[in-house]
């Protein structure tokens, strides 16, 4: 006899045994085959429910394995290959829910969220999930992707833009790197990158 099949019989024999679900000790009914009882494993209908849905959460990626399965990392924007949304945003579904990409994109990179912050794209591109393309704003701060949409005016006169007209000129002029001039003016690398090279606030000059 191998010792797989002493321990069935062993196992058959004894009037109870633990849930592999929950541990919990339970006897043997009266009108089960030993055949039914060798191969009874849970407690409770209840056990054998939250067992399976267990393997099954189990086998499933993470969250963080379906988000980065649907876009590639390279120099310039990380577009999103997944499902997009009516306004042209990524999204994932995990367990249920439904998570937008660049706002997952911040959370993953460990981006401090605080209640009421929108997740904004400095980059104008609503495909991006870029970490450092991104930023946790105000919703007055959603200027880049309020622009996008058109609802409002280019440029300062809007009020809620990150620079003013007269900082802008400055930029232009400033010594250091893109990265130490944005720490200085504490707005984001792209933003200067992108004032310094004329593609925003092209209407100054
Ligand atoms: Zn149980
Ligand atoms: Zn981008």
Redesign the pocket.
């Known amino acids: 006899m191998t010792g797989r099949a002493f321990l069935i019989l062993a196992n058959a024999a004894a009037r109870e045994r633990a ?1 592999q ?4 000790m ?1 006897s043997r009914p009266k009108d089960y085959s030993a055949k039914q009882w060798a191969q009874r494993v ?3 209908q ?2 054998t429910g939250l067992a399976k849905k267990a393997k099954l959460a189990a086998e499933r990626p993470s969250l963080r394995e379906a988000f980065e399965a649907r876009f590639t990392k390279g120099d310039g924007c990380w577009e999103w290959t997944g499902a997009l949304d009516g306004y042209g945003y990524g999204f994932v579904e995990h367990a249920g829910r439904r998570y937008r990409a660049h706002v997952l994109a911040l959370r993953l990179a460990g981006r401090p969220y605080a209640d009421g912050l929108v997740a904004c794209h400095d980059c104008d591109n609503p495909k991006c999930v870029r970490p450092d393309h991104l930023y946790f704003g105000t919703p007055r701060d959603n200027v880049h992707d309020a622009m996008r949409r058109g609802r409002l005016p280019r440029g300062e006169t809007h009020g809620h833009a990150k620079l003013t007209e007269q900082q802008v000129l400055e930029v232009r002029g400033m010594p250091g790197s893109y990265s130490e001039i944005a720490r200085r003016l504490g707005v984001s690398r792209p933003t200067i990158t992108r004032i310094i090279k004329g593609k925003t606030w092209r209407h100054l000059s």
């Open positions: 849930c679900h929950c541990g919990e339970f849970f407690c409770s209840a056990c």
